[in-house]
């Protein structure tokens, strides 16, 4: 079956810093998600994008985050000035339409600390 | 604001009992999905649903409209069984689901 694939696995950065996390959605996917998890906490929604611009997105989404997709096959992350509080696993998925009703891929997860 | 609401949180079975997780929300939604997050984090999509039942090998998902409630059936448990099983709602004239707390399955052998 088709993966999502992201990277890297884990990522240790010191408060402050920027960072970018990578996702290569399925291929044929035409829509794109961040979702992160705080540990021992539910997974909560951040963003979607379509067509090269943001369709919806979160409260948690705000001025610090940003996404991009700067090719045609890699969607990336940016957290700008990490917080503690953003220590998480964040989560990218794909799916191939957009009814609500659409099945999600989801990759593996980058577990994000921030020291 | 969609609430939604699972149960049992964390549920322990023996090896071949019948499991039933449910789960209750409280918009109008569009679909439903059930998702399987392993140990290690990875998140599967089991089902999704947005009316009767469906059924993929010892899985069955069920989704009552009207009353706002789905139930994930696990046949025949198995030790690899083990996992948080999450529900998440799309609410209506979204196509975002929202997730809930899930319910964290330990089947013993």
């Known amino acids: 079956e088709p993966e999502v694939t992201q990277t890297p696995s884990h990522q240790v950065t010191q408060m402050g810093q920027e960072v970018i996390l990578r996702c290569v959605p399925i291929?044929?996917?035409?829509?794109f998600y961040w979702y992160r998890q705080i540990l021992g906490q539910k997974v909560e929604f951040l963003v979607s994008?379509?067509?090269?611009?943001?369709?919806?997105k979160s409260e948690i989404f705000d001025d610090q985050f940003s996404v991009e997709r700067p090719d045609g096959s890699n969607f990336t992350l940016k957290i700008r000035s990490t917080k503690l509080e953003d220590s998480a696993m964040y989560f990218c998925?794909?799916?191939?339409?957009?009814?609500?009703?659409?099945?999600?891929?989801f990759g593996s997860g980058t577990q994000l600390s921030v020291l | 604001k969609n609430e939604v609401e699972q149960s049992p949180q964390n549920l322990t079975a023996q090896e071949g009992e019948f499991i039933t997780i449910n789960c209750s929300y409280s918009?109008?939604?569009?679909?439903l999905h059930w998702l399987q997050q392993h140990p290690g984090g990875g998140i599967v999509s089991l089902f999704m649903?947005?009316?009767g039942k469906k059924k993929h090998g010892r899985l069955i998902a069920t989704i009552n409209i009207q009353e706002k409630h789905s139930s994930l059936h696990i046949t025949a448990s198995h030790p690899r069984d083990s996992a948080v099983y999450i529900c998440?709602?799309?609410?209506?004239?979204?196509?975002?689901?929202?997730f809930g707390r899930g319910t964290s399955l330990i089947v013993h052998p």
């Open positions: 998925a794909s799916s191939e339409g957009v009814t609500g009703g659409e099945k999600l891929f």
């Open positions: 291929s044929n996917h035409l829509y």
């Open positions: 994008f379509y067509n090269n611009e943001i369709s919806e």
């Open positions: 918009v109008g939604i569009s679909a």
């Open positions: 649903l947005s009316s």
């Open positions: 998440a709602p799309v609410p209506g004239g979204s196509y975002i689901p929202t």
